[in-house]
């Protein structure tokens, strides 16, 4: 990596966290109120390791076996934690269960259960996925289930539902996601959840006024993909 795109790199993170500093004061949080997850999918391990020289600890990945092989490659880095954003597949979630640190998409009860038999040590924190827009494609549990989703993982070891992540769809305008946030946190708070996993590079701003305690941001800090 040369001095040029270190230097890029570490005015990308610069530029973010101002972003998210600013958004907190325009809408009255504390600014250590959200964590900034930086999304690494299909950028190397190299750039990982440069951003947590530059004092970034947490990287979603929405593969497992890629977040399988950079765990693995990136294993001493102190601090380092594992985000899995993306659908896993029930016979991909060992990887999960043994790398990561949090998941962010969980939306089935037969990988609830895959994942609860797999894990070891610490419970899991797990963000229920939700699909509040109704495409049929998408990912993520339909809000009607939830409350029974809730009650059938909450038997489940090594598990522990911390909160609840979408991801709106895509549009050139940012405050279109704005209701998609505004359902996500109306929700959580009925179920008692404290945690929103929400934001990404063209929206975060909007769901740190919304409530986000997660962003997950990729472009804005490793450029395209
Ligand atoms: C890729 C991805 C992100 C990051 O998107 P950017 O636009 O690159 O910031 C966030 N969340 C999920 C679920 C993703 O797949």
């Given at each position: 990596m040369s001095l040029n795109?270190?230097?890029?790199?570490?005015?990308?993170?610069?530029?973010?966290?101002?972003?998210?500093?600013?958004?907190?004061?325009?809408?009255?949080?504390?600014?250590?109120?959200v964590e900034l997850l930086a999304v690494s999918k299909n950028h190397p391990a190299e750039n990982i390791q440069l951003a947590w020289e530059l004092g970034l600890k947490n990287f979603g990945e929405n593969y497992a076996q890629e977040l399988r092989d950079k765990a693995a490659q990136l294993a001493g880095l102190h601090g380092l934690r594992w985000h899995a954003i993306g659908?896993?597949?029930?016979?991909?979630?060992?990887?999960i269960a043994q790398s990561a640190w949090a998941f962010h998409a969980l939306d089935n009860l037969g990988l609830a259960e895959k994942l609860s038999q797999q894990r070891q040590g610490?419970?899991?924190r797990c963000f229920v996925q939700l699909n509040l827009s109704n495409e049929p494609q998408?990912?993520?549990?339909?809000?009607?289930?939830?409350a029974s989703f809730l009650q059938a993982v909450s038997a489940l070891r090594g598990l522990h539902i911390c909160g609840l992540s979408c991801l709106p769809p895509a549009s050139a305008e940012p405050e279109k996601s704005r209701p998609y946030f505004q359902t996500l946190a109306?929700?959580?708070?009925?179920h008692q959840l404290s945690e929103l996993s929400m934001?990404?590079?063209?929206?975060?701003h909007i769901a740190i006024e919304e409530g986000a305690?997660?962003?997950?941001?990729?472009?804005?800090?490793?450029g395209g993909r």
């Amino acid at each position: 990596m040369s001095l040029n795109e270190r230097r890029t790199l570490a005015e990308r993170i610069t530029w973010v966290q101002t972003s998210i500093h600013q958004a907190c004061i325009r809408s009255n949080r504390a600014p250590n109120s959200v964590e900034l997850l930086a999304v690494s999918k299909n950028h190397p391990a190299e750039n990982i390791q440069l951003a947590w020289e530059l004092g970034l600890k947490n990287f979603g990945e929405n593969y497992a076996q890629e977040l399988r092989d950079k765990a693995a490659q990136l294993a001493g880095l102190h601090g380092l934690r594992w985000h899995a954003i993306g659908p896993v597949q029930k016979k991909n979630a060992k990887y999960i269960a043994q790398s990561a640190w949090a998941f962010h998409a969980l939306d089935n009860l037969g990988l609830a259960e895959k994942l609860s038999q797999q894990r070891q040590g610490e419970p899991l924190r797990c963000f229920v996925q939700l699909n509040l827009s109704n495409e049929p494609q998408k990912n993520g549990l339909r809000p009607e289930a939830l409350a029974s989703f809730l009650q059938a993982v909450s038997a489940l070891r090594g598990l522990h539902i911390c909160g609840l992540s979408c991801l709106p769809p895509a549009s050139a305008e940012p405050e279109k996601s704005r209701p998609y946030f505004q359902t996500l946190a109306t929700l959580a708070h009925a179920h008692q959840l404290s945690e929103l996993s929400m934001g990404t590079t063209q929206d975060f701003h909007i769901a740190i006024e919304e409530g986000a305690t997660w962003v997950r941001v990729g472009t804005a800090l490793f450029g395209g993909r």
